[in-house]
């Protein structure tokens, strides 16, 4: 039998080299024929699944001090521990959440095309985001679990959009995605249409329950739970009291935006 042959050791690097330039090559055949576009005006841009300058100028991050319980921001940093004066007064069912962006028109815009737009190419950035604001939350977790949606409206609208935002950090952080843990057992009037937060509070209470407590044991776990946006934490505290009642351990919540009606001082 002959010698077997020998590659050159550099024949690896040449190889990779080329490797990289088709692949550039064909990314830039792509970007010629589908050329990235903002993920809300459409304008054209360097990078896929990204805002324009203009945009990212417009959109509002939750940054700096905020509730240790449910992210609201506070005008001055008091301490990590600080809570807001609603927080104090009645505290969340949920033991912390964070949120990306003020609820506000840029951020408006990009949930609502989300949600209810089919917009899903916006997916990519905004679970990025999440990833960013809430490592922490996520890497506790044991379960990454979605608000879900009655069956009628998951019909009607035929996705839930928290549920693929937590997919997305599940698949992220490497954890348990559990888009059955939950369920929407009774049909509500849409949140929005509540005129208050004790209308809202009461619109959802008792509307869900833990659905496969044999497929997950979620006793002593922790839990994660992704919606998109919060108002007054109704949703979220209806969701952590039928998890509490399972005998999960903590919960928290991440959500792409919030609500905050009022400059915030802390307790």
Avoid at 78 to 85: I, S, Y
Avoid at 246 to 261: C, D, F, H, P
Wanted: proline share 6%; aromatic share 8%.
């Amino acid at each position: 039998m002959g010698e077997s042959r020998k590659l050159p050791k550099n024949v690896f690097s040449v190889l990779g080299a080329a490797g990289a330039c088709a692949s550039n090559w064909s990314r830039q055949g792509l970007d010629f024929l589908f050329p990235p576009l903002c993920i809300s005006c459409g304008g054209r841009i360097g990078e896929p699944y990204a805002l324009c300058s203009k945009c990212w100028r417009d959109v509002s991050f939750v940054e700096g001090a905020a509730c240790a319980r449910c992210g609201l921001p506070f005008e001055i940093d008091a301490g990590e521990n600080a809570v807001c004066a609603a927080c104090y007064a009645v505290p969340t069912v949920f033991d912390r959440a964070r949120s990306i962006l003020h609820y506000d028109e840029a951020s408006k815009r990009l949930i609502l095309g989300f949600k209810h737009g089919d917009r899903l190419e916006r997916a990519p950035a905004l679970i990025g985001w999440l990833e960013r604001a809430g490592r922490v939350l996520a890497q506790d977790a044991d379960f990454i679990v979605p608000v879900p949606l009655h069956p009628s409206r998951l019909w009607r609208r035929r996705y839930n959009q928290s549920a693929i935002l937590a997919q997305g950090i599940a698949r992220r952080f490497g954890k348990t995605y559990a888009p059955l843990l939950l369920e929407r057992v009774r049909r509500t009037p849409s949140q929005g249409a509540m005129p208050s937060a004790k209308a809202r509070h009461r619109n959802v209470a008792g509307a869900f329950q833990v659905a496969k407590p044999e497929r997950y044991e979620i006793r002593g776990k922790n839990v994660l739970l992704l919606d998109d946006v919060y108002t007054t934490g109704a949703t979220l505290n209806a969701c952590a009291a039928a998890l509490r009642g399972a005998g999960a351990g903590q919960i928290n919540a991440l959500t792409l935006a919030r609500v905050v009606r009022d400059r915030a001082r802390p307790i």
